[in-house]
């Protein structure tokens, strides 16, 4: 079967990707997902300094997916602004996210990313839960128009959101109902972490990780059923975005699922934690296999064909 596609015109060899945040924050980290088999890649939240992050442990697999809080740690817009300058686009496409702390820090990042003449593609990260102090912008929505507002004007080209994810139909139709008033919202990534989870052990009476008393986001298996709600959700209600898919992709058959409901790209973040890039090779042939015995040739013969009863 046939894995190619395309995104805002670009080729792409296939619809896989990193999930913003994993595997992508330092240059060697970058340079792999761009060696991997992946068929784009993004890099880590970016904000306009250098940012530690919260205090370690941070991050912890369980069997059913994750939990982190992380904190925005990041080398800095211009680090990544100069990673961009050097990618190689004629191998893949390249997406740079951006969760400046302040609406102004997100302007300036995007005034000079506007400057810089390369054609990497600008997702706006709306949705980080583990800045302590910082409510998230995708859970209030006169923040979330007035950012989109502000960042599409000192902006010229399409980009796309990263979104949280939500759980009330109403929400899903006042989210859409911003997003569909800015036709420079190119696609909408759903969904970033379930926010402020708390995973406990048993034995130790412990939380897992330091930061927050142990509050984080849940990302993984577990998310599964949200994050595919989500990229329907929004497949339905902007038919003239694309929508990128999210959460709880470890095979094969997720990548399918999140197809199917709607999304033109998957993205793989708590796998790809514990696998690293080869899992991509390994997602790729597994999807090859499903598409076989189900007889579809290529990834349109079912993207976003999901049947209801
Ligand atoms: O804690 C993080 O760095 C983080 N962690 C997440 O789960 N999602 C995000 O968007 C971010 I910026």
Not at 107 to 128: F, G
Not at 146 to 170: C, M, N, Q, S, W
Not at 257 to 278: C, I, K, S, Y
């Amino acid at each position: 079967p046939d894995l190619r596609t395309e995104f805002l015109d670009l080729p792409l060899a296939n619809p896989l990707m990193n999930a913003s945040g994993v595997w992508c924050s330092v240059a060697s980290q970058l340079e792999a997902l761009a060696e991997c088999a992946a068929g784009a890649m993004v890099t880590k939240s970016c904000t306009l300094a250098q940012r530690d992050g919260n205090p370690e442990p941070r991050y912890r697999a369980t069997p059913w997916g994750s939990i982190n809080s992380m904190g925005l740690p990041n080398e800095g817009f211009p680090y990544y602004l100069n990673y961009a300058r050097c990618h190689d686009y004629e191998r893949k496409p390249l997406f740079m996210s951006l969760a400046g702390l302040t609406l102004d820090d997100n302007l300036t990042m995007v005034a000079e990313l506007r400057e810089a003449v390369t054609p990497v593609i600008m997702e706006l990260n709306l949705s980080c839960p583990n800045v302590p102090g910082k409510a998230q912008v995708g859970y209030d929505f006169e923040a979330m128009d007035t950012f989109i507002h502000e960042i599409a004007d000192a902006y010229d080209r399409p980009f796309g959101v990263k979104l949280p994810p939500y759980f009330d139909i109403a929400h899903f139709d006042e989210a859409a109902a911003i997003l569909n008033a800015y036709p420079q919202i190119a696609f909408v990534t759903c969904i970033n972490s379930i926010g402020n989870g708390l995973v406990i052990d048993p034995v130790s009476e412990t939380v897992v990780i330091r930061p927050k008393d142990g509050f984080g986001g849940i990302g993984g298996d577990f998310v599964l059923p949200t994050a595919l709600a989500n990229v329907n959700a929004f497949f339905r209600r902007c038919p003239d975005k694309k929508i990128i898919g999210c959460g709880g992709v470890r095979s094969g058959e997720q990548v399918f699922l999140h197809l199917l409901a709607g999304a033109a790209l998957v993205q793989v973040g708590t796998q790809l934690f514990e696998e690293g890039p080869l899992i991509f090779p390994r997602l790729l042939e597994e999807l090859q296999a499903i598409m076989t015995a189900k007889g579809y040739d290529r990834i349109t013969d079912f993207q976003g064909k999901l049947k209801t009863l």
